[in-house]
C-alpha cells in the first residue's frame, strides 16, 4: 500500500482550518483501517486519528478531540483530516499511515506507530498565533 499525502498543508493562522488528504494504490483500500499521525520537532511521531475499513468507527487523539474529523472515501482510496479551531501547538509534520497486516482499529489506537507498515510523505502544517 502506497499512500501519497495531497494538497492540505500549508500556514494558517490559529482558529483557521485546513484539509488533508491522503491517496493510497496498490492494495484494496478498503482492506486497511487508516490513521493520521503527526510529528513536531523534538518530539515523537502521536497517533492523532484513526477510522475503521468501512468508515463506522473513529478515533480521535484528546488533543484534537472536538476540533479534527477523520474521514474516507473507498471509492477513491482516499483518507482525509478536517482540521478546525487549528492552535500554534498542532504545528507539526502530519502523515497518514495504515498497519502492516491490515490491523484492525482497535490494534492501531492500542498500539500506534508500533503496527504501522505503510507511510504518507507528509505534510507541513505550521499554525501561528
Known amino acids: 500500500l502506497r499512500c501519497s499525502c495531497r494538497l492540505g498543508g500549508g500556514l494558517v493562522q490559529a482558529g483557521g482550518s485546513l484539509r488533508l488528504s491522503c491517496a493510497a494504490s496498490g492494495r484494496t483500500f478498503s482492506d486497511y483501517a487508516m490513521s493520521w499521525f503527526r510529528q513536531a520537532p523534538g518530539k515523537e511521531r502521536e497517533l492523532v486519528a484513526a477510522?475503521?475499513?468501512?468508515?463506522?468507527?473513529?478515533y480521535y487523539a484528546d488533543f484534537v478531540k472536538g476540533r479534527f474529523t477523520i474521514s474516507r472515501d473507498n471509492a477513491k482510496n482516499t483518507v482525509y483530516l478536517q482540521m478546525t479551531s487549528l492552535k500554534p501547538e498542532d504545528t507539526a509534520v502530519y502523515h497518514c499511515a495504515a498497519p502492516a497486516a491490515g490491523e484492525p482499529i482497535g490494534t492501531i489506537i492500542r498500539w500506534g506507530v508500533v503496527v504501522m507498515g505503510y507511510w504518507g510523505k507528509g505534510t507541513q502544517v505550521t499554525v501561528s498565533s
Open positions: 477510522i475503521s475499513r468501512s468508515g463506522g468507527s473513529t
